[in-house]
C-alpha cells in the first residue's frame, strides 16, 4: 500500500456525514475502488469510479475524484452504526505499468460510529 | 451467482501439519487470487492466476504452494507453517487479470491459526 494514503482512524456520530480520504500516486489508474471490511469478514466492493469522472452518486454514498491532486474522497451521509468498519481505497494501475494489473491497497481507514 | 466461496471459514493447525484452503467462484472470472491479510492491515497479494496458470508469485515461501485444478477452483495447500503464517487468506478473483472495470470480488476468507 505505499502507493495509496489513507487517515488511520475517523470516528462521527450517528446521523453525521463521515468523509474518508485517500491519496493515489498511479495517474495511470483508470478505475478507483472503495472496499469495506466489517470485523472477522471478506472485503464487499462498494463502490469504484471511472477516472474521467468527477463524482460518483450511489445512494447514500457520494465519491469525488480530484484527478489533478490525486485525490479520492468517500462521503457517507447519515452515518449509521453499520457503517462501522474499515474502508479501504485501491486503484489497478494498467497492465505495462509498476504493479499493473494488481489491485493496490491503501493502510485502510477504520471508521467508528459512535450513537 | 456471485459470489467467491472459501472454506474452511475457521482452521486452526499445527506446524508440523498438511492442509488446504478451499476457494471456488461459478462466475466465469479467468483470474483468481489469494492474498493475506494481518488484522487491520490491507491484504498483501501472494499468488495470482490467469487462465489457470500460475501468473505472479510475490516471492512467497515454499510451505505455501497454490493450485488450479479448473477455471472455477483455487486451492492453497499448507505445510510446515510457522505461527506468524497465522493470518485471514482471502481468495478473490476478477473477469481477467487487470480487468479493471469490475474490480475484484472477495470471498469472506479463512481464519487460519498456527499453533
Known amino acids: 500500500g505505499e502507493d495509496v494514503e489513507q487517515s488511520l482512524f475517523l470516528s462521527v456520530r450517528e446521523g453525521d456525514s463521515s468523509v474518508i480520504n485517500c491519496t493515489y500516486t498511479?495517474?495511470?489508474?483508470?478505475?478507483l475502488y472503495w472496499y469495506k471490511q466489517e470485523p472477522g469478514a471478506g472485503l464487499q466492493l462498494l463502490t469504484y469510479i471511472f477516472s474521467n469522472m468527477d463524482m460518483k452518486q450511489d445512494q447514500r454514498l457520494t465519491v469525488l475524484l480530484n484527478k489533478k491532486d490525486k485525490h479520492l474522497s468517500l462521503r457517507i451521509a447519515d452515518t449509521q452504526t453499520g457503517d462501522s468498519a474499515i474502508y479501504f481505497c485501491?486503484?489497478?494501475?494498467?497492465?505495462?505499468?509498476?504493479?499493473?494489473?494488481?489491485?493496490?491497497f491503501g493502510q485502510g481507514t477504520e471508521l467508528s460510529v459512535k450513537p | 451467482d456471485t459470489e467467491v466461496t472459501q472454506t474452511p471459514k475457521h482452521l486452526v493447525m499445527g506446524m508440523t501439519n498438511k492442509k488446504s484452503l478451499k476457494c471456488e467462484q461459478h462466475m466465469g472470472h479467468r483470474a483468481m487470487y489469494w492474498y493475506k491479510q494481518k488484522a487491520k492491515k490491507p491484504p498483501e497479494l501472494m499468488f495470482v492466476?490467469?487462465?489457470?496458470?500460475?501468473?505472479i508469485n510475490e516471492s512467497v515461501p515454499s510451505r505455501f504452494s497454490p493450485e488450479c485444478p479448473n477455471s472455477s477452483l483455487l486451492n492453497l495447500h499448507l505445510h510446515a507453517l510457522q505461527p506468524e503464517d497465522s493470518a485471514l487468506y482471502l481468495c478473490a478473483s476478477s473477469q481477467e487479470f487487470g480487468a479493471a472495470n469490475y474490480g475484484y470480488t472477495f470471498g469472506s476468507g479463512t481464519r487460519l491459526t498456527v499453533v
Open positions: 492466476y490467469s487462465y489457470e496458470k500460475l501468473s
Open positions: 485501491a486503484e489497478i494501475p494498467p497492465r505495462g505499468y509498476n504493479q499493473g494489473g494488481k489491485l493496490i
Open positions: 498511479d495517474s495511470s489508474s483508470t478505475y
